[in-house]
């Protein structure tokens, strides 16, 4: 068969299986077979049509049904080899079977390889700040705050909860995930003058990824967090890329900067593309192509 090439936004115009850049970046998932891989990949797509129909325990916790047959028949593979594959995912602890009884389809829980169950604090409700206890980005730079001491009773270290150190392991956990995913080492090589500009989106989109809320103000609505959440685990270093531009090329007065950002991060996988579209037909038009 002759396949035609892509042009433009083509690449664009399918669906796709999310394989999570980190199992193949982090030395954790280096071993896992790329066919685990893949697997992964097709049962965290059951997720989120698992989660849009309330398929949920009492915990709240989603599950999914994918039988070995359904996963024989998406692989091409054999009783064998799919089984292999699942032992392999439950290895590394990336999911959790449960047995069902009376012929019924076992339970699959996909884990969270970025937050650990000790750190996945989910009913503890911020009623002080927009995100979460992190300084805002404005507070950061006009009040000059020692966020480590920032919305605790006591400045003790010694006096920090196992709530506290439970948040500060899940942000870190967020942040190793985010300094790969949005190459952040070589964004700041690529633009050497934006470095603290980096940073700070950095922190804002822990903030975003680690907040308790229910809800965040994005652009003067609030949208649901979880909804938030998602879009922020989908950006990549062109993303990133992005909003820096659209920083540098801004003319207007930002009077406020962290919804300025909050805005741009949330709104950059749906607008990168015709932004770079419009820049190649601007090129065109000019000549300059």
Known sequence: MDYDYFYEEESEQFAFYRIPKVLFTDERFRRISTSAKVLYGLLLDRVSLSARNRWMDEQGRVYIYYTLES????????????????????????IERTV?????????????????????????????????????LESRKSNGINTEKNNTEHSDTDLISSEDENRMEERQAYREYFMDTLSIDLMKERYPYDTDAIDEILELILDTVCTS??????????RPAEVVKSRFMKLDSSHLEFVLKGLSENTTL???M????????????????NYYKSLVHHDMAEGNI
């Open 100 to 136: 069902q009884g009376l012929c019924k389809p076992n339970r699959i829980y996909v884990k969270n390889f970025i937050r650990s169950r000790k750190t996945g604090l989910r009913d503890h409700e911020n009623h002080e700040s927009g995100v979460t206890n992190s300084v805002s």
């Open 71 to 94: 996963i024989q028949a998406d692989l091409l593979c054999a009783n064998e080899k799919a089984t292999k594959l699942l032992k392999e995912l439950e290895r590394y602890g990336l």
């Open 258 to 273: 962290k919804q300025y950002l909050l805005a741009a991060l949330y709104n950059a996988p749906l607008t990168i593309n």
């Open 254 to 256: 930002v009077r406020n």
């Open 213 to 222: 809320r229910k809800t965040i103000g994005i652009a003067g609505e609030q």
